[in-house]
């Protein structure tokens, strides 16, 4: 019986390749390694859901799921009878089977419309999902892609999960981003009691070499993060094709992304089985 453990993907900025890491590391763990995978897309860009349904499913977003709400909007919906408590759909109401190792929990737009709620209660209803579900014993790894935003369904993500990883680009922009989002975190950590660890730091869309800039802000940065966190050997660098997506944008489609995701997903599971068996 597995018992997966849940990693949220996170960065308070955009456009450090998050998603594409995200559904890398879910279909290469799903393909090569014959692991079971789900991916929970709870960003509303919904960016993770239209590339694997693009490659994986005959199902049209837009004409098949979205109208029977086979999205991750119908955890958040709003009560609309007086009751106990809410209730939480099954796993076959809303998730979508892409192939024998993979899942996906598909993203919605209307989840903007989540945040605006003032009922905090929205926050666990993920948590609940997992649990009411058992999917800790149907899958080896559940992967949350996350917004790069401080939201109601950002902490839903965080709570849900054992671990959390940040993509990061090498420039300034990208770096502020990890500073707020360990502020987020310790927050959660501390009003919630909630024991989650980050797994590490990925640096992504790299150039083949850093500029000497480059090299500096990397420098610069790193003297700045504690000495408990991990940065992994392992990066992914700027493949063109991929950014023009002649075969769609999924990396593992390409030989010089299925490389950095292949060196990634290995350490990405070494990194967890070295925290659980410290925890031992």
């Given at each position: ?22 559904i890398?590391?879910?279909?290469y763990?799903?393909?090569h ?58 796993k ?5 089977t ?32 997992v ?16 917004p ?26 990208s770096i ?32 083949n ?49 299925l ?22």
């Open positions: 019986m597995a018992t997966s453990k849940i990693v949220s993907f996170i960065n308070m900025k955009g456009g450090v390749g998050k998603t594409t890491l995200t890398g590391i879910a279909d763990l799903a393909k390694l014959n692991k079971k995978i789900l991916v929970i897309d709870i960003d509303p860009q919904f960016n993770a859901t239209q590339t694997l349904l693009d490659i994986y499913s005959k199902e049209d977003y837009f004409d098949d799921i979205l109208p029977e709400e086979r999205t991750i909007n119908k955890l958040f919906k709003p009560q609309t009878e007086f009751k106990r408590d809410s209730e939480i759909p099954s076959d109401e809303v998730i979508t892409l192939n024998e190792n993979l899942d996906l929990l598909c993203g919605d737009l209307n989840l903007v419309l989540v945040n605006k709620t003032s009922d905090y209660r929205q926050v666990k209803k993920l948590r609940r999902f649990r009411e579900n058992k999917l800790r014993e149907i899958y080896d790894y559940i992967l949350i892609d996350c790069p935003t401080l939201t109601v369904y950002t902490d839903a993500a965080l709570l849900s999960s054992d671990f959390y990883l940040i993509p990061n680009r090498i420039d300034r922009y502020i981003g990890i500073s707020s989002l360990t502020t987020a975190i310790d927050n959660l950590i501390h009003e919630e009691d909630h024991d989650i660890q980050c797994l590490g730091l990925v640096y992504t869309m790299l150039d070499e850093l500029t000497q800039k480059q090299t500096a802000i990397k420098e610069e940065f790193e003297g700045q993060l504690d000495d408990y966190t991990y940065i992994f050997d392992a990066t992914t660098t700027v493949v063109r094709d991929l950014q023009v997506g002649k075969r769609g944008s999924l990396p593992t489609n390409y030989q010089k992304s490389h950095d995701i292949s060196n990634l997903s290995e350490e990405f599971i070494d990194q967890i089985q070295k925290r659980l068996d410290f925890e031992k």
